[in-house]
């Protein structure tokens, strides 16, 4: 198989570059900077140099593959982002995904894979949600659900993957909680019962390689570990790194601090990941947030 990566610099794009050359496919990766594409000339991956919004660039990265990953996002890199901070992500989720599209089908690619978010979906008392669940209406995952659309109308074979939250060390977010946890700033909302879904980026990765080998699995599938309470995770993270345990804030004071992201982070449902399991044999190597913690903290 050949594949043309979107996104191939990011920290899922690259977990998805080795995990396709590992198991013998081609790659050409979609790079912005003239030093990204040395690096994967370094490497003998070829690339293309622009970006999303490039018709041409993407007709040219396309051609001859049969398969298009868009990992690409522009997740800000805040501790606490406000929502116009997405803004770009946002476009590259629903003009990016339109342009991608159109592009993959005129070069003749046959697969359009699109990476989601499994966290959409509002208040369900800890019930367990499926693909099958309505999503929340809300700005902040409308865009995800444009792209998710615009994939599955493509013409092309359209996988979704909704993945859960990701957990990876040297990523952002994960040594900004960690070093949050150390210096007892990463508190719990309320009692701490909403749910985590996560997934570490190297699941997530196999997961859209091996739907792309397939051939046949289309629509949305999730993927992410075992949900795991908040107050589970952190606590436990926490006592990993030799901290305190994460305070508790109200979620009222929450919402003045964080605005809108308190409520979504206080939402309680449980991400089934049954179907990709059941459709396509797949199986976690970080299947819950034990062994995710112990790839952050092992020594």
Not at 39 to 49: D, L, M, T
Not at 91 to 117: D, W, Y
Not at 154 to 178: C, D, P
Not at 220 to 238: D, I
């Amino acid at each position: 198989m050949k594949a043309f990566v979107v996104g191939a610099t990011g920290v899922l794009g690259r977990e998805t570059v080795a995990e396709l050359r590992a198991r013998g496919h081609q790659v050409v990766a979609l790079v912005r900077t003239p030093g990204a594409e040395r690096a994967f000339a370094e490497y003998g991956i070829p690339a293309v140099r622009g970006d999303i919004f490039d018709a041409a660039v993407l007709e040219r990265g396309a051609r001859g593959v049969d398969a298009v990953f868009h990992l690409a996002t522009r997740i800000p890199r805040k501790p606490i982002p406000k929502p116009r901070d997405f803004e770009e992500t946002n476009r590259i989720r629903t003009e990016g995904t339109r342009l991608l599209a159109a592009a993959a089908k005129k070069a003749g690619a046959k697969t359009l894979l699109f990476q989601s978010i499994a966290f959409i979906y509002g208040d369900h008392a800890g019930a367990e949600v499926t693909e099958e669940t309505l999503p929340l209406e809300h700005p902040l995952v409308r865009a995800a659900l444009d792209g998710e659309q615009t994939t599955l109308d493509s013409g092309l074979r359209g996988v979704v993957l909704r993945g859960g939250y990701f957990f990876q060390r040297g990523a952002f977010h994960t040594e900004w909680m960690a070093e949050a946890l150390r210096r007892h700033r990463l508190p719990l909302i309320g009692t701490g019962d909403a749910y985590i879904n996560p997934v570490h980026p190297h699941d997530l990765a196999r997961a859209f390689v091996r739907a792309a080998e397939q051939e046949t699995p289309r629509g949305v599938y999730h993927v992410a570990a075992e949900p795991v309470e908040a107050r589970v995770l952190y606590s436990e993270w926490a006592r990993r790194l030799d901290a305190k345990p994460p305070r508790r804030i109200p979620y009222w004071l929450a919402r003045l601090v964080i605005g809108e992201f308190a409520k979504m982070a206080a939402f309680r449902y449980r991400v089934s990941s049954q179907k990709i399991r059941r459709e396509m044999g797949f199986r976690f190597e970080f299947p819950t947030y034990k062994e995710i913690l112990d790839s952050l903290t092992a020594q």
